[in-house]
């Protein structure tokens, strides 16, 4: 009877262990830039995402109305982290999704005088890479990697 005892300890303990799925990669292989709506509403079917994306812009101008008619660029990194810009803004927006929306993780400081043109991300594995013009900065949810 003790053996039986022994065996069932490392079964009944390896019952309340969590599911985990691994690896898991969340990755978009493309940035997607988005047309913002009138309520400031930004969606993309393909990946069934939507998202309002007012507070960004008034983080960035103090103005959340200048959201409507533009755009905002959009890549998903490797750990499920969002980054988004747009042309004029300083700031790169790292989010991550919590229940029923994202959270502000990090707000990446390009510059602090000049204002981003056209910027463009790509996929650079470990890094996201923002392009702009001849500019370009490697990143990640920590911030710009030197």
Request: with cysteine; proline share 7%.
């Amino acid at each position: 009877m003790k053996p039986i005892k022994f065996l069932l300890i490392p079964l009944i303990a390896a019952g309340c262990s969590s599911l985990m799925l691994k690896p898991a990669d969340y990755s978009w292989p493309v940035e997607n830039v988005l047309k913002i709506d009138p309520n400031g509403l930004v969606s993309e079917d393909r990946h069934t995402f939507q998202i309002n994306v007012k507070p960004i812009f008034y983080e960035e101008f103090a103005d959340s109305n200048l959201a409507e008619n533009n755009e905002i660029r959009v890549i998903r990194d490797r750990l499920g982290y969002y980054y988004m810009t747009a042309p004029k803004f300083k700031n790169v927006y790292v989010f991550e999704s919590v229940e029923g929306g994202m959270e502000l993780e990090k707000k990446i400081s390009i510059s602090d005088t000049l204002a981003l043109n056209t910027p463009v991300f790509n996929q650079r594995p470990p890094y996201i890479e923002l392009v702009d013009g001849s500019n370009k900065y490697f990143i990640n949810n920590k911030g710009i990697v030197r």
